[in-house]
């Protein structure tokens, strides 16, 4: 299976700073099966991200997808006090569909 | 608006078995997979399979292969997924999730919590 890690595993930062997540996959992804949730306690994930790069309904523009192949990225150029949660990000290309472990974004 | 809403917490025996639904609304049932995932205390997501809306094929995580079973009730916009075997470690909240139109999974249920003890 494709495995997915994600790096920092803790990211402590203020409201207002810019927030750089990354995801590197064991093998290569097609892009347009690359996804990224946030999700907060006690709640389901929420999709922000698809095809890598492209924002779901009602994603703010301040996040922001990029990268290719084995490495990909989550940028939140602003944080907002509702962005401190954690992230995952997720490959769909092949099956098992895979998650990455979390970035957990909290505030310094 | 769509909604995935889930059936209420479970606690089974070790060797039992669970069955969870996800009732489905406000969107073309058949026209989307519907996925199981999966989240013990404290760890990552984990996909178990998923069914297709319209023609009710599977396909199944190898992990759980021979344990899960997924089924649809297209009369009632239903989606079970039924878990046997039952051991400690499948202690998790179990969501269902829904294909979208571009990718990723872009509606989810709230969760089924099942704890397994004996």
């Known amino acids: 299976e494709n495995v997915l890690t994600q790096s920092p595993g803790t990211l402590s930062l203020s409201p207002g700073e810019r927030a750089t997540l990354s995801c590197r996959a064991s093998?290569?992804?097609?892009?347009?099966?690359l996804a990224w949730y946030q999700q907060k306690p006690g709640q389901a994930p929420r999709l922000l991200i698809y095809?890598?790069?492209s924002r779901a309904t009602g994603v703010p523009d301040r996040f922001s997808g990029g990268g290719s192949g084995t490495d990909f990225t989550l940028t939140i150029s602003r944080l907002e006090p509702e962005d401190f949660a954690v992230y995952y990000c997720?490959?769909?290309?092949?099956?098992?569909?895979?998650f990455g472990p979390g970035t957990k974004v909290e505030i310094k | 608006q769509v909604q995935l809403v889930q059936s209420g917490a479970e606690v089974k025996k070790p060797g039992a078995s669970v069955k969870v639904s996800c009732k489905t609304s406000?969107?073309?049932?058949?026209?989307?997979?519907i996925q199981w995932v999966r989240q013990a205390p404290g760890q990552r997501l984990e996909w178990m399979g998923w069914?297709?809306?319209?023609?009710?094929?599977?396909l199944y995580s190898q992990k759980f292969q021979g344990r899960v079973t997924i089924t649809r009730d297209t009369s009632a916009n239903i989606v079970y997924m039924e878990l046997s075997s039952l051991i400690s470690e499948d202690l998790a909240v179990y969501y269902c999730?829904?294909?979208?139109?571009?990718?990723?999974?872009?509606?989810w249920g709230q969760g089924t919590l099942v704890t397994v003890s004996s």
């Open positions: 999730a829904k294909y979208g139109d571009y990718g990723g999974y872009d509606y």
């Open positions: 095809g890598a790069s």
């Open positions: 093998q290569s992804v097609n892009s347009h099966y």
């Open positions: 997720h490959q769909y290309a092949t099956s098992p569909a895979t």
């Open positions: 069914i297709n809306g319209g023609n009710g094929k599977t």
């Open positions: 406000g969107y073309s049932f058949t026209r989307y997979p």
